[in-house]
């Protein structure tokens, strides 16, 4: 499976500019890549004007990718700002920071960030998802997560190798870059899982720095690619089925993981 990461900066809240900056660079990804890793909030930043920003999925930005992974045959994954089509009224509907994944075939997939950043507001401005779904993609299983997720083990424990490929896409600032380099790498070992985690770039809207450290690790740990810091680029690695089940074979730690259940808040 190639993979092949983006790491950006964003233009504040300009869904338009993102979306045409975006496609200009899915144009000379075509042939070359299966997955296009964008990062969190991709199309407005890490904003909290979510009443403002917010789209259902059949709106503007979802509508257009899902256009565009068919016409460049690749699956686009990344994160935006949504809310439900159940209300006429958006101050009524809540709204989630919302992961996604779509395919050339027109298959889609959501998942709604479950550790919303208190640190930022987004808890007051956001609803935490409850579903933690695993996409089958090209005889993948993947695992989609957004940002803060990184930092919650529990969540994203591969019980049973449940899945192959885990992805973070983020808003990671500067002052706590190396936690992200640190964790990434553990959620690789500890799952025996390929890890791939993707970054922004640039300033933010709120002077907040980004300095990227889009990356991939094997199941073992080991760097498989990576984007320049404070650059704007791609990289694309080639990920082995084949390899990873060897690995799994070879060292069966998950027959020896403990057994636990996930209780969510609102239970």
Known sequence: MRVTLLQT???????QENLRLLREKLIKLRGEAEIVVLPETFSTGFSMDSRRLAEPVSGETISTLRQWAAEFQLAITGSYIACDESSTSLQALPCYNRAFFLTPEG??????????????????HFTAGSQRPVISYR??????????????PVWSRNVNNEYDLLIYVANWPVPRRRVWDILLQARALEN????????????????????????????????LTSVPDYEEGTTTATLDLSVLREFR?????WKDADAFSIRLWNE
């Open 9 to 15: 900066d964003i233009v504040w809240e300009d869904k």
């Open 192 to 223: 025996i899982s390929y890890v791939c985690g993707v970054n922004r770039i640039g300033t933010d809207g709120n002077q907040m720095p980004y300095s990227g450290g889009s990356v991939i690790y094997s199941p073992k740990g080991d760097l």
């Open 249 to 253: 074979q070879k060292f069966p730690a």
């Open 107 to 124: 298959e889609a997939y959501y998942y709604d960030k479950r550790h919303l950043f208190r640190m930022g507001q987004e808890t007051e």
């Open 139 to 152: 005889g993948w299983n993947i695992l989609l997560l957004v940002c803060y997720d990184l930092r919650f």
